[in-house]
């Protein structure tokens, strides 16, 4: 079973940048990191899709974070990567990876704060 381990949160000022890690244990047939993706979970919201890979090495990103981000990935090192810039304080949440759709337990994620 994929067991995501989420790092790299913290709080940044607003305009700052953070570059979240999830390393990935385990494999099975749910294993693909061009199946991986990272979620975010705001106080009070429901947990959202923000970037991700599909097959073929093309990436998706939502809305909220699309020109300010970037999903990368080491293959080697089952480990994949989301750069942020240009941070604002309603990016706050606690960030997720996992396959896409879910299908790996969720992890504890990584807190992100961004103070205005």
């Known amino acids: 079973q994929v067991r995501p381990v989420e790092s790299g949160g913290g709080l940044v000022q607003a305009g700052g940048s953070l570059r979240l890690s999830c390393a990935f244990s385990g494999s099975g047939s749910i294993f693909s990191i061009n199946a991986m993706g990272w979620y975010r979970q705001a106080p009070g919201k429901q947990r959202e899709l923000v970037a991700r890979?599909?097959?073929?090495?093309?990436?998706y990103y939502g809305d909220s974070v699309k020109g300010r981000s970037n999903i990368s990935r080491d293959n080697a090192r089952n480990t994949v990567y989301l750069q942020m810039n240009s941070l604002k304080p309603e990016d706050t949440a606690v960030y997720y990876c996992?396959?896409?759709?879910?299908?790996?337990?969720w992890g504890q994620g990584t807190q992100v704060t961004v103070s205005s």
């Open positions: 890979f599909f097959s073929g090495g093309s990436t």
């Open positions: 996992n396959t896409v759709p879910p299908k790996a337990s």
